[in-house]
């Protein structure tokens, strides 16, 4: 297997490289209680993390407000807001965390995201996942529970429509050769992160994805995760070895020196110890950080201010 990743497109060759640590951000990039955004200046703040150097920005996909969850996601259409950003960003990478399959037909997905990678010159990385919301399903006529056997026939299915007047039939619809999916991407392929497991079993995701996609974790176990995420790869007699991307919540404070305090899915912290936690997950080949600025308390803007200047630079 070799050491470095699949050349699939210059942005996902910039964003993941073998043996280092780029770092993303995800929408909405502000703080605030509870569950809903306000996004307040949301251009202004992309444009910004864009400028201070972060490689990639993500955003989720989140059809339903489900008010046990906490979580509202960035509020808009992650499709139609892909292609605002694409539109308004120059070179940094467009991410989703993740688009939720089952509840979406897999032609959709395959037009939105073919027509992502055009429009946005091949900046587009597509996170998927099965779904962690059962309360969702019943408004689209789903059941949750079959979600994971429906996430796995989608993404087969979207495959097939790569392909010239595709042939392909599963429960979710068939097509025979006599009709085409346009447009066809730039890029060979669509990179597919999938994230966390979305119920199929880390041999299927080291064989079907271009990269997974995980959540933040202690050392021990994200050590112990990439580990055999790598055997997976190894296993299946990969050509290339495979990314792990993460995400993990900072909430960032004015001394640079001030050390780690656990937070829900991450830490409060100072630069210097931002720059050693990120590199700790480097030496444990995570090759992907998005941070999370909900739970920050300094003004967002000083925030990735002071991340592009004392912590990016670190991991160029």
Known sequence: MKKEFEPISYTYNKVFRYNHLSIGIMLPIESYAGSIPTMNDHLEMAALAEDVGFSSLWLRDVPLLDPTFGDAGQLFD?????????????TIALGTSSIICPLRHPIHIAKAAFSMDIL???????????????????????????????????????????????????????????????????SPKI???????????????????????????????QQSLVREWHDALEKMNSVYIKPFAQSLYIDL????????VAIHLGYRLGVNWLVEILSQLQELHVNHVILNLKYGKLPVEHALEKIGRHVIPHFN
Do not use: C
């Open 253 to 260: 404070v004015e001394d640079a020196d001030s050390r780690p």
């Open 120 to 186: 946005s010159q091949q900046r587009f990385i597509m996170g998927v996942a099965s779904g962690d919301r059962p309360i969702e399903y019943p408004a689209f006529a789903e059941e949750s529970e079959r979600r994971y056997a429906t996430f796995r026939m989608g993404f087969e299915y979207f495959n097939s429509l790569a392909t010239h007047f595709p042939v392909y039939s599963d429960k979710l619809g068939t097509v025979n050769g006599d009709v085409d999916l346009l447009p066809k991407p730039l």
């Open 78 to 90: 992650p499709w139609t807001y892909l292609g605002f950003l694409a539109a308004t960003t120059k």
């Open 191 to 221: 990179p597919k992160f999938v994230t966390g497991f979305s119920g199929q079993s880390i041999d299927w995701i080291a064989a079907n994805a271009e990269g997974w996609l995980y959540y933040p974790r202690s050392l021990n176990y």
